[in-house]
T-cell receptor
Framework: DGGITQSPKYLFRKEGQNVTLSCEQNLNHDAMYWYRQDPGQGLRLIYYSQIVNDFQKGDIAEGYSVSREKKESFPLTVTSAQKNPTAFYLC????????????FGPGTRLTVL | GESVGLHLPTLSVQEGDNSIINCAYSNSASDYFIWYKQESGKGPQFIIDIRSNMDKRQGQRVTVLLNKTVKHLSLQIAATQPGDSAVYFCAEDFYGSARQLTFGSGTQLTVLP
């Protein structure tokens, strides 16, 4: 089965702790993305990567960090510097280039207590 | 219809009726648009896309219309079914690369029995 997996589905952390969200794809896609979604709102871009070992900040990168050491993996770390980290986090991938839709994973719901 | 920054609009339709979901996009230079469907607690699913050199595109039970003059996009769902109940997002290729999509805030579609 080809697709995008995110783990865990639900994650709870104490305030002040860093936490890393996993995203893996076996679609052989070059580009990967992280979005944040708050209740009743659309998706906001945190970081994106168009190729291995390269990534760019999105609209709301402050308090987050990423790495792209492998084509299939794009983990997101939510640091203690993120002021309001409780949200639904979505990972996506695409073939890159033009006119290629993004495919989404099932999401991770992070709750900071 | 939806537009970035507004609270989530809602649309209720009777089962079997046609649904029309509207989206006002922001950048007249955007040349690629996608409609996604998101069920509660899940990641968005691709429905249909359209390039700016087209006015209309049809899929299975869905049609997307693009009016570049007024920067308006619509999604028509024929013979709406209970399984169509979800939040629908439009996304535009805001930066002209199709690798960075900007999402609207979504429309909640509820299908009534």
């Amino acid at each position: 089965d080809g697709g995008i997996t995110q783990s865990p589905k639900y994650l709870f952390r104490k305030e002040g702790q860093n936490v890393t969200l996993s995203c893996e794809q076996n679609l052989n896609h070059d580009a990967m993305y992280w979005y944040r979604q708050d209740p009743g709102q659309g998706l906001r871009l945190i970081y994106y990567s168009q190729i291995v070992n390269d990534f760019q900040k999105g609209d709301i990168a402050e308090g987050y960090s990423v790495s792209r050491e492998k084509k299939e993996s794009f983990p997101l770390t939510v640091t203690s510097a993120q002021k309001n980290p409780t949200a639904f986090y979505l990972c996506a991938s695409s073939e890159g280039g033009t006119y290629n839709e993004q495919f989404f994973g099932p999401g991770t719901r992070l709750t900071v207590l | 219809g939806e537009s970035v920054g507004l609270h989530l609009p809602t649309l209720s339709v009777q089962e079997g009726d046609n649904s029309i979901i509207n989206c006002a996009y922001s950048n007249s230079a955007s040349d690629y648009f996608i409609w996604y469907k998101q069920e509660s607690g899940k990641g968005p699913q691709f429905i249909i896309d359209i390039r700016s050199n087209m006015d209309k595109r049809q899929g299975q039970r869905v049609t997307v219309l693009l009016n570049k003059t007024v920067k308006h996009l619509s999604l028509q769902i024929a013979a709406t079914q209970p399984g169509d109940s979800a939040v629908y997002f439009c996304a535009e290729d805001f930066y002209g690369s199709a690798r960075q999509l900007t999402f609207g805030s979504g429309t909640q579609l509820t299908v009534l029995p």
